[in-house]
Nanobody, 123 residues
Framework: QVQLVESGGGLVQAGGSLRLACAAS????????GAWFRQAPGKEREFVSG????????NYADSVKGRFTISRDNAKNTVYLQMNSLKPEDTAVYYC????????????????WGQGTQVTVSS
């Protein structure tokens, strides 16, 4: 089992930045791919960014490319999402997810989820 806890959400003005963190506990997180998803009210949960177990490979949704950066520190069992140039359309609950070894982009491919953290971007 892997337990995930997100932090770092909040209210920010358009153009601002936030850094989300996902702290993992339980089994060795270094064997797991990590990802961030988000879900806005009335919308489906969507993939934002993912990173492989070693941190050597990452991918992003087109809507966040060039603005968001995913990273991980396996010594701290933590995955981060640096979000810059935030837009009102980035407003959502952001979820951290993990799956064993290989990354994926569909929510149903992930086995472990955090409780979510709210990000609100005001215009």
């Amino acid at each position: 089992q892997v337990q995930l806890v997100e932090s770092g959400g909040g209210l920010v003005q358009a153009g601002g930045s936030l850094r989300l963190a996902c702290a993992a506990s339980g089994r060795s997180f270094s064997y797991y791919a990590g990802a961030w998803f988000r879900q806005a009210p009335g919308k489906e949960r969507e993939f934002v960014s993912g990173i492989n177990w070693s941190g050597s490979s990452s991918n992003y949704a087109d809507s966040v490319k060039g603005r968001f950066t995913i990273s991980r520190d396996n010594a701290k069992n933590t995955v981060y999402l640096q979000m810059n140039s935030l837009k009102p359309e980035d407003t959502a609950v952001y979820y951290c997810a993990a799956r064993y070894q290989r990354g994926a982009t569909r929510p149903d491919e992930y086995d472990y989820w955090g409780q979510g953290t709210q990000v609100t971007v005001s215009s």
